[in-house]
Protein backbone atom coordinates (compact mmCIF):
# COMPACT_ATOMS: atom_id res chain seq x y z
CA UNK A 1 0.00 0.00 0.00
CA UNK A 2 1.51 3.27 -1.19
CA UNK A 3 2.32 6.02 1.70
CA UNK A 4 -0.16 8.24 0.41
CA UNK A 5 -2.97 5.45 0.52
CA UNK A 6 -1.67 5.09 4.15
CA UNK A 7 -2.33 8.74 5.42
CA UNK A 8 -5.87 8.87 3.41
CA UNK A 9 -7.19 5.83 5.75
CA UNK A 10 -5.51 6.95 8.27
CA UNK A 11 -7.12 10.46 7.92
CA UNK A 12 -10.74 8.98 7.10
CA UNK A 13 -10.15 7.02 10.16
CA UNK A 14 -9.73 10.18 12.30
CA UNK A 15 -12.69 11.98 10.83
CA UNK A 16 -15.18 9.14 11.65
CA UNK A 17 -14.34 8.96 14.92
CA UNK A 18 -13.91 12.66 15.76
CA UNK A 19 -17.61 12.76 14.03
CA UNK A 20 -18.72 9.94 16.58
CA UNK A 21 -17.69 12.18 19.42
CA UNK A 22 -19.33 15.52 17.97
CA UNK A 23 -22.61 13.16 16.72
CA UNK A 24 -22.62 13.01 20.80
CA UNK A 25 -22.71 16.25 21.52
CA UNK A 26 -25.02 17.18 18.88
CA UNK A 27 -27.54 14.71 20.49
CA UNK A 28 -27.04 16.94 23.55
CA UNK A 29 -27.34 20.38 22.58
CA UNK A 30 -29.21 19.92 19.09
CA UNK A 31 -32.54 21.44 19.67
CA UNK A 32 -33.81 21.47 15.88
CA UNK A 33 -33.28 18.93 13.53
CA UNK A 34 -30.88 19.19 11.20
CA UNK A 35 -31.05 19.84 7.45
CA UNK A 36 -28.50 18.17 4.95
CA UNK A 37 -27.78 18.52 1.17
CA UNK A 38 -26.07 15.19 0.41
CA UNK A 39 -23.82 15.21 -2.64
CA UNK A 40 -22.68 11.76 -4.98
CA UNK A 41 -21.03 11.69 -8.68
CA UNK A 42 -21.66 8.40 -10.42
CA UNK A 43 -23.58 5.37 -8.78
CA UNK A 44 -21.83 2.11 -11.03
CA UNK A 45 -23.23 -1.11 -11.38
CA UNK A 46 -21.28 -2.59 -8.13
CA UNK A 47 -21.87 0.57 -5.95
CA UNK A 48 -25.96 0.08 -6.52
CA UNK A 49 -26.49 -1.99 -3.80
CA UNK A 50 -24.09 0.16 -1.40
CA UNK A 51 -26.45 3.05 -2.24
CA UNK A 52 -29.63 1.14 -2.22
CA UNK A 53 -29.04 0.72 1.62
CA UNK A 54 -28.49 4.03 2.07
CA UNK A 55 -31.40 5.09 0.33
CA UNK A 56 -33.47 2.42 2.37
CA UNK A 57 -32.04 4.42 5.53
CA UNK A 58 -32.85 7.68 4.38
CA UNK A 59 -36.27 6.83 3.58
CA UNK A 60 -37.04 5.84 6.68
CA UNK A 61 -35.76 8.00 8.63
CA UNK A 62 -35.68 11.33 6.98
CA UNK A 63 -37.43 14.01 5.41
CA UNK A 64 -36.29 14.07 1.80
CA UNK A 65 -36.72 16.98 -0.38
CA UNK A 66 -34.84 18.41 -3.65
CA UNK A 67 -32.10 20.73 -2.69
CA UNK A 68 -33.70 23.83 -4.09
CA UNK A 69 -36.51 23.20 -1.23
CA UNK A 70 -33.76 22.49 1.78
CA UNK A 71 -33.92 26.12 3.71
CA UNK A 72 -38.02 26.17 3.66
CA UNK A 73 -39.08 22.51 3.38
CA UNK A 74 -41.20 21.34 6.75
CA UNK A 75 -40.11 19.37 9.36
CA UNK A 76 -41.97 17.04 11.76
CA UNK A 77 -39.37 18.67 14.65
CA UNK A 78 -37.59 14.94 14.81
CA UNK A 79 -36.07 13.96 11.86
CA UNK A 80 -33.37 15.21 9.56
CA UNK A 81 -34.59 17.58 6.20
CA UNK A 82 -32.14 15.87 3.46
CA UNK A 83 -31.32 16.64 -0.03
CA UNK A 84 -29.87 14.30 -2.46
CA UNK A 85 -27.46 15.53 -5.06
CA UNK A 86 -25.59 14.52 -7.96
CA UNK A 87 -23.25 16.19 -9.84
CA UNK A 88 -22.21 15.89 -12.77
CA UNK A 89 -25.12 14.00 -14.30
CA UNK A 90 -23.31 10.73 -15.43
CA UNK A 91 -25.21 8.07 -16.97
CA UNK A 92 -24.81 5.60 -14.39
CA UNK A 93 -27.28 7.41 -12.17
CA UNK A 94 -30.03 7.53 -14.16
CA UNK A 95 -29.28 3.46 -14.81
CA UNK A 96 -28.88 2.62 -11.44
CA UNK A 97 -29.35 5.55 -9.16
CA UNK A 98 -32.96 6.87 -10.56
CA UNK A 99 -34.60 3.56 -10.21
CA UNK A 100 -33.31 2.90 -6.60
CA UNK A 101 -34.62 6.43 -5.56
CA UNK A 102 -38.10 5.63 -7.42
CA UNK A 103 -38.78 2.26 -5.86
CA UNK A 104 -38.42 4.23 -2.76
CA UNK A 105 -40.31 7.29 -3.06
CA UNK A 106 -37.24 9.46 -3.03
CA UNK A 107 -36.54 13.04 -4.99
CA UNK A 108 -33.48 14.17 -5.93
CA UNK A 109 -31.28 16.77 -7.52
CA UNK A 110 -29.05 16.29 -10.77
CA UNK A 111 -26.32 18.96 -11.58
CA UNK A 112 -25.66 18.85 -14.85
CA UNK A 113 -22.21 20.44 -17.24
CA UNK A 114 -23.82 21.85 -20.28
CA UNK A 115 -20.84 21.51 -22.23
CA UNK A 116 -20.59 17.78 -21.96
CA UNK A 117 -23.63 16.12 -22.83
CA UNK A 118 -23.11 12.91 -23.63
CA UNK A 119 -19.61 13.02 -24.05
CA UNK A 120 -17.53 11.02 -21.82
CA UNK A 121 -16.26 14.18 -18.80
CA UNK A 122 -13.13 15.94 -20.34
CA UNK A 123 -12.51 17.65 -17.45
CA UNK A 124 -9.65 17.08 -14.90
CA UNK A 125 -9.56 14.07 -12.69
CA UNK A 126 -7.62 12.15 -10.35
CA UNK A 127 -5.83 9.08 -12.24
CA UNK A 128 -8.17 5.81 -11.30
CA UNK A 129 -11.18 7.72 -10.65
CA UNK A 130 -13.35 5.50 -12.04
CA UNK A 131 -16.43 8.34 -13.02
CA UNK A 132 -13.98 8.96 -15.76
CA UNK A 133 -15.10 6.44 -18.18
CA UNK A 134 -18.72 7.45 -16.91
CA UNK A 135 -20.44 9.60 -19.56
CA UNK A 136 -22.84 12.82 -19.36
CA UNK A 137 -26.41 12.41 -19.90
CA UNK A 138 -28.04 13.17 -23.19
CA UNK A 139 -30.26 16.37 -23.75
CA UNK A 140 -33.87 13.68 -23.97
CA UNK A 141 -32.10 11.59 -20.96
CA UNK A 142 -31.94 14.88 -18.79
CA UNK A 143 -35.53 15.32 -19.78
CA UNK A 144 -36.71 12.54 -19.26
CA UNK A 145 -35.27 12.57 -15.27
CA UNK A 146 -36.99 15.90 -15.17
CA UNK A 147 -40.15 14.41 -16.66
CA UNK A 148 -40.02 11.96 -13.76
CA UNK A 149 -40.24 14.41 -11.06
CA UNK A 150 -36.46 14.91 -10.34
CA UNK A 151 -34.79 18.60 -10.36
CA UNK A 152 -32.50 19.42 -12.86
CA UNK A 153 -29.95 22.32 -11.84
CA UNK A 154 -26.57 23.80 -13.51
CA UNK A 155 -23.21 22.78 -13.26
CA UNK A 156 -21.84 25.43 -15.39
CA UNK A 157 -20.62 24.73 -18.66
CA UNK A 158 -17.65 23.31 -19.29
CA UNK A 159 -16.96 21.80 -15.36
CA UNK A 160 -14.12 23.96 -15.58
CA UNK A 161 -12.65 25.90 -11.40
CA UNK A 162 -15.00 29.01 -11.53
CA UNK A 163 -12.75 30.78 -9.38
CA UNK A 164 -9.25 30.44 -11.93
CA UNK A 165 -11.25 32.10 -15.01
CA UNK A 166 -11.49 35.75 -16.47
CA UNK A 167 -15.18 37.92 -16.28
CA UNK A 168 -16.20 37.31 -19.41
CA UNK A 169 -15.97 33.21 -19.49
CA UNK A 170 -16.87 33.49 -15.80
CA UNK A 171 -20.24 35.00 -17.37
CA UNK A 172 -20.43 32.85 -20.23
CA UNK A 173 -20.01 29.93 -17.67
CA UNK A 174 -23.35 31.10 -16.09
CA UNK A 175 -25.61 32.32 -18.38
CA UNK A 176 -25.29 29.58 -20.67
CA UNK A 177 -25.30 26.79 -18.72
CA UNK A 178 -28.55 28.11 -17.23
CA UNK A 179 -30.21 29.10 -20.68
CA UNK A 180 -29.29 25.41 -21.96
CA UNK A 181 -31.05 23.83 -19.23
CA UNK A 182 -33.89 26.12 -18.99
CA UNK A 183 -34.26 25.42 -23.09
CA UNK A 184 -33.94 21.74 -22.67
CA UNK A 185 -36.99 21.59 -19.23
CA UNK A 186 -39.16 24.57 -20.20
CA UNK A 187 -38.93 25.91 -16.68
CA UNK A 188 -36.55 28.35 -14.86
CA UNK A 189 -33.16 26.37 -13.16
CA UNK A 190 -32.49 28.53 -9.64
CA UNK A 191 -29.28 27.11 -8.80
CA UNK A 192 -26.19 26.10 -9.66
CA UNK A 193 -23.45 23.55 -8.09
CA UNK A 194 -19.85 25.04 -8.65
CA UNK A 195 -17.36 22.23 -10.46
CA UNK A 196 -14.86 20.94 -7.48
CA UNK A 197 -16.86 23.57 -4.96
CA UNK A 198 -14.37 26.15 -6.19
CA UNK A 199 -16.12 29.65 -5.12
CA UNK A 200 -15.27 32.98 -4.10
CA UNK A 201 -17.56 36.31 -3.89
CA UNK A 202 -16.65 37.18 -7.53
CA UNK A 203 -18.50 33.74 -8.63
CA UNK A 204 -21.14 34.13 -6.18
CA UNK A 205 -21.82 37.28 -7.84
CA UNK A 206 -21.73 36.19 -11.46
CA UNK A 207 -24.34 33.19 -10.27
CA UNK A 208 -26.78 36.35 -8.45
CA UNK A 209 -26.65 38.14 -12.23
CA UNK A 210 -27.11 35.22 -13.91
CA UNK A 211 -30.27 34.54 -12.36
CA UNK A 212 -29.11 31.75 -9.74
CA UNK A 213 -30.80 32.03 -6.35
CA UNK A 214 -28.91 29.41 -4.79
CA UNK A 215 -25.29 28.27 -5.13
CA UNK A 216 -23.93 24.68 -3.92
CA UNK A 217 -20.22 24.46 -2.90
CA UNK A 218 -18.52 21.21 -1.51
CA UNK A 219 -18.03 22.10 2.18
CA UNK A 220 -19.13 19.71 4.71
CA UNK A 221 -21.73 22.25 6.41
CA UNK A 222 -25.42 21.90 7.23
CA UNK A 223 -28.27 23.92 6.11
CA UNK A 224 -30.11 27.14 8.09
CA UNK A 225 -31.82 30.10 8.18
CA UNK A 226 -28.08 31.84 8.41
CA UNK A 227 -26.50 30.18 5.90
CA UNK A 228 -25.36 32.02 2.69
CA UNK A 229 -27.68 30.41 -0.48
CA UNK A 230 -24.98 31.34 -2.80
CA UNK A 231 -22.80 28.77 -0.33
CA UNK A 232 -24.82 26.01 0.51
CA UNK A 233 -22.37 23.51 2.07
CA UNK A 234 -22.85 19.63 1.30
CA UNK A 235 -21.63 16.27 2.61
CA UNK A 236 -19.88 13.70 -0.03
CA UNK A 237 -20.84 10.30 0.44
CA UNK A 238 -20.29 7.09 -1.23
CA UNK A 239 -22.50 4.03 -2.05
CA UNK A 240 -19.24 2.37 -0.20
CA UNK A 241 -19.82 4.83 2.85
CA UNK A 242 -21.02 2.09 5.86
CA UNK A 243 -24.16 2.95 7.79
CA UNK A 244 -22.50 4.21 10.47
CA UNK A 245 -20.46 6.50 8.38
CA UNK A 246 -23.88 7.48 6.33
CA UNK A 247 -25.71 8.22 9.46
CA UNK A 248 -23.41 10.51 10.55
CA UNK A 249 -23.38 12.39 7.57
CA UNK A 250 -27.08 13.19 7.74
CA UNK A 251 -26.91 14.41 11.30
CA UNK A 252 -24.55 16.78 10.36
CA UNK A 253 -21.69 15.35 12.34
CA UNK A 254 -19.46 15.19 9.68
CA UNK A 255 -19.53 18.92 9.93
CA UNK A 256 -16.31 18.29 12.70
CA UNK A 257 -14.36 18.04 9.16
CA UNK A 258 -14.19 21.23 8.47
CA UNK A 259 -12.25 22.09 12.30
CA UNK A 260 -9.97 19.20 11.13
CA UNK A 261 -8.71 20.99 7.61
CA UNK A 262 -8.49 24.20 9.76
CA UNK A 263 -5.96 22.46 12.03
CA UNK A 264 -4.06 20.54 9.38
CA UNK A 265 -3.52 23.71 7.46
CA UNK A 266 -2.62 25.73 10.02
CA UNK A 267 0.16 23.16 10.97
CA UNK A 268 1.04 22.31 7.64
CA UNK A 269 2.27 26.58 7.61
CA UNK A 270 4.02 26.07 10.35
Not at 231 to 260: C, E, M, W
Request: charged share 25%; glycine share 6%.
Amino acid sequence: MQESTVFRHIVEVLELISAVIYSLFLSICQTQPRRVVLYYHGVRDEDAQGFERQMVYLAGSCIVVKASQIIEAATDGERPVVAITFDDAFISVLENAIPVLKSHGLTATVFVPTGQLAQLPRWEMRDGQPDRFDAVMSERQIAEVAKDGFEVLSHAVSHTNLTEIDGARLEKEMKDSKHTLEKILGCEVCGISYPYGACNSRVCNAAKAAGYRLGFTIEPATVSTSTDLMQIGRFAVSPHDGLLKSKLKVTGAYQVVNSLRRIKRTLLRH
